[in-house]
């Protein structure tokens, strides 16, 4: 029976935990060897023999036969008047081989015996799912929202593995609840305490990236490549495409009809912005194409500092700098250049005075908001009311009032 028990829990762990044949087999040898070496000293004269599909296995010793009263290691020699109780042909310098039942070893041993083998199989199920998710980093899995923490979320895949999503890799506006489903792209795979953690990403590049193989059958195939994303999860993200056959479009491949393609992707990451450019070596073309959707006048570029002056007329600066200057800061991740934008004077406007002229009158922290709208002169802050610069920069009126009496006085 205890012999039975055994094999049926190895059938079981066998069926759960997806463990190949060979494993298995030397696991239990391994496991029974062990056995043996702590019960009689060695496991060299012992045969060990398992069938997992009957469900059975068998355990031999070999003993050489010697002459009465002359056995020095009962483990691994026999009396010949023992011997001849097992067979009378036996004689002395010949192999005796008689089976080990289990039960002879009792039942403290074998508890132990299925306690070591849970644990080796526990631990080799543990490293299977550390390989199987160490070889899919990189890879978009799909689970299911077990468990919603403060700081992460538990997800399951089909196996029953727990995955983790740290709230730090989720995207702002994500919002989960038990038996969801999700789908993120694995960026770790750690061993914690000899146990696996697996962590998820939705704000990673990759995921990104993952999200337009699966929707642009030409990036998947390699027709077209991705050259780079930069991204701020869940607001703005900028993708450089490039195609290896002149005859693909890679923007429109990747917007599809009607955006069609990129919707999909739109509507996973929770609405983010998704410009889709066209690589080039032509730095000039670059910068301007990563400044979408804004329409640029000219650029002065420093290849040795890797600065970029880019002038547009008045009412493409907020384009280029963008909500919050998303814009502008992802053209500057995507290009590796630190991009100025400055706008475009007339001749007729050739007296305005560039807001640094006023670092003495005005505080610092002033002026950088009023920049971060696009307002680099005196004039282009002039030209706004005070309900415009209320509603756009993080200014008291009150402040914005006194900014533009000392702007106004520069020019009466």
């Known amino acids: ?238 993708v450089a495409v490039e195609s290896y056959d002149e005859r693909i479009d890679p923007v429109g491949a990747c917007v599809g009809m009607k955006g069609s393609r990129i919707h999909g992707i739109v509507r996973e990451l929770k609405n983010e912005n998704i410009d889709v450019i066209n690589h080039t070596n032509n730095l000039q073309l670059y910068i301007t194409r990563s400044l979408s959707p804004a329409k640029i006048s000219s650029i002065k570029i420093d290849e040795v500092n890797k600065k970029a002056e880019v002038y547009l007329k008045p009412n493409e600066v907020s384009l280029a700098i963008g909500k919050g200057g998303l814009n502008i800061k992802l053209a500057s991740q995507l290009t590796g250049y630190d991009i100025d934008v400055y706008r475009e004077t007339d001749s007729a406007d050739e007296e305005d005075v560039n807001l640094e002229e006023f670092a003495d009158e005005i505080e610092g922290w002033i002026l950088d908001e009023l920049k971060a709208i696009g307002c680099d002169t005196a004039r282009s802050v002039l030209n706004l009311n005070v309900e415009d610069l209320v509603k756009r920069t993080d200014l008291e009126e009150e402040t914005i009032r006194e900014v533009l009496k000392i702007l106004k006085a520069e020019f009466e």
Do not use: C
């Not at 059938?11 to 087999?25: G, H, V």
């Not at 990236?209 to 930069?230: A, H, M, N, Q, S």
């Open 1 to 238: 029976m205890e012999n039975l028990n055994l094999i049926e829990t190895f059938s079981e762990f066998k069926e759960l935990k997806n463990i190949d044949r060979a494993t298995m087999m030397s696991v239990l040898e391994d496991v029974f060897r062990g056995m043996l070496v702590k019960m009689f000293g060695t496991d060299e004269n012992f045969d060990v023999i398992i069938n997992i599909d009957k469900g059975d296995f068998e355990i031999w010793r070999n003993r050489e036969v010697v002459e009465d009263g002359t056995v020095e290691d009962p483990y691994r020699q026999i009396s010949l008047s023992e011997a001849k109780i097992i067979d009378a042909d036996y004689e002395v310098g010949e192999e005796v081989t008689d089976e080990v039942k289990l039960l002879d070893f009792g039942r403290r041993a074998i508890l132990t015996l299925r306690q070591n083998l849970t644990a080796r199989i526990l631990d080799l199920e543990k490293n299977n799912v550390f390989q199987k998710y160490y070889d899919r980093i990189g890879d978009i899995i799909t689970g299911e929202v077990y468990q919603v923490w403060k700081r992460e979320i538990l997800v399951l895949d089909e196996e029953g593995n727990e995955l983790v999503l740290p709230k730090t890799e989720q995207i702002p506006t994500d919002y989960f609840r038990k038996g969801d489903t999700l789908r993120a792209v694995v960026i770790k795979v750690e061993m914690h305490n000899n146990t696996p953690l697996i962590i998820l990403s939705r704000t990673s590049p990759v995921f990104l990236e993952r999200l337009f193989e699966l929707e642009v059958p030409e990036i998947f195939d390699g027709l077209i490549t991705i050259k780079k994303i930069v991204r701020i999860p869940g607001e703005r993200a900028k």
